[in-house]
């Protein structure tokens, strides 16, 4: 098993970027796809990028499509997501969660960490 645990949140201004940081626990974090999910007030938890265990194969929401990207260093057992030109509606608990197949389906991911808090003020 794999437990992400999430650093890198905060507060920031529309047009700011952040860093998100996932850290795994786990010897097998290589055997892993990563995902980053969200979750905004009242509304369901929902998909912003997976990343394949090798880091070749990335996959976004239409809504983050070229403001944010996903990567990993499994040599440091860590994913983060960049996230540039940031929006209001960005704001959310970003979630980390492994899965054990490249997919973008948060039913699929088995360990999700407890997530870290983005807000984006206008």
């Known amino acids: 098993q794999v437990q992400p645990v999430e650093s890198g949140g905060g507060l920031v201004q529309a047009g700011g970027s952040l860093r998100l940081s996932c850290a795994a626990s786990g010897r097998t974090f290589t055997s892993y796809a990563m995902g980053w999910f969200r979750q905004a007030p009242g509304k369901e938890r929902e998909f912003v990028a997976t990343?394949?265990?090798?880091?070749?194969?990335?996959n976004y929401a239409d809504s983050v499509k070229g403001r944010f990207t996903i990567s990993r260093d499994n040599a440091k057992n860590t994913v983060y997501l960049q996230m540039n030109s940031l929006k209001p509606e960005d704001t959310a608990v970003y979630y980390c969660?492994?899965?054990?197949?490249?997919?973008?389906?948060?039913?699929?991911?088995?360990?999700w960490g407890q997530g870290t808090q983005v807000t984006v003020s206008s």
């Open positions: 969660a492994a899965a054990t197949r490249f997919t973008s389906t948060p039913e699929a991911f088995s360990s």
């Open positions: 990343i394949s265990w090798g880091g070749f194969n990335t």
